[in-house]
């Protein structure tokens, strides 16, 4: 597809649970971003992968959560034990252009925790 | 830690007038980048300043990038409707091998007929 994709495109699950989101990015594009979005927050940090290996995994915000990149395109962000908190719109972004650093942002997976 | 802080974080103006939303950064960065969200969408980009003193423009929004004051301005001009959405400005924050931005909380523009 032309731009990023990312499914489910809403999840809802009970506490506890063990939650899987992916991320499909741009065709050529090295660089994959997780970014976490709360209601009325701006989008928050959480991993970096240039390639396939984590560059930056520094925003994770506990060891529940965990994400992979096998092959250097299609991501998973990994969430166990879910937990009401974790609720909030997942965003995955892609890059190409280090000259410029421009993120280019699917429409996201709204999680939810019941 | 870098830190980024927009205001006004809620902006209502009537159609035909014009306003700046601002933002400021902690930490010294060259790069800089405007977002638009509409309600439930993802984030569209809008404007990439690569250096100081870049400015760009684009229909009736403008966008400009002081980095030694660690400012950013994102101009609105004769304000329609259609612009009622979030606006996020994002800095560049490249260390020891890792590149991410750090965003803003958005600033909500609601434009009234």
């Known amino acids: 597809g032309a731009g990023v994709s990312q499914t489910p495109s809403n999840k809802v699950t009970e506490k506890g649970k063990y939650v899987e989101l992916r991320c499909d990015p741009i065709?050529?594009?090295?660089?994959l971003y997780w970014y976490r979005q709360s209601l009325g927050q701006g989008p928050e940090f959480l991993i970096y992968?240039?390639?396939?290996?984590?560059?930056?995994d520094s925003g994770l915000p506990n060891d529940r959560f965990f994400a992979v990149r096998p092959e250097g395109s299609v991501s998973t962000l990994k969430i166990q034990r879910t937990e009401r908190g974790d609720s909030a719109v997942y965003l995955c972004?892609?890059?190409?252009?280090?000259?410029?650093?421009?993120?280019?942002f699917g429409e996201g997976s709204r999680l939810t925790v019941l | 830690e870098l830190k980024v802080e927009q205001n006004p974080l809620f902006l209502s103006m009537q159609e035909g007038k014009n306003y700046t939303i601002y933002c400021n950064y902690s930490?010294?960065?060259?790069?800089l980048y405007w977002y638009r969200q509409d309600p439930g969408k993802s984030l569209e980009s809008l404007f990439v300043?690569?250096?100081?003193?870049a400015v760009k423009q684009e229909g009736r929004l403008m966008a400009s990038l002081d980095t030694k004051a660690r400012l950013s301005t994102l101009h609105i001009t004769a304000a329609v409707h259609d612009l009622s959405a979030t606006y996020f400005c994002?800095?560049?924050?490249?260390?020891?091998?890792?590149?991410?931005?750090?965003f803003g909380k958005g600033t909500k523009l609601t434009v009234n007929p």
């Open positions: 994002a800095v560049d924050h490249t260390q020891g091998g890792s590149e991410k931005l750090v």
């Open positions: 300043l690569l250096s100081n003193g």
């Open positions: 972004a892609s890059s190409h252009n280090p000259d410029t650093g421009e993120l280019f």
């Open positions: 930490t010294t960065s060259d790069r």
């Open positions: 992968f240039q390639g396939t290996g984590a560059a930056d």
């Open positions: 065709s050529g594009h090295t660089a």
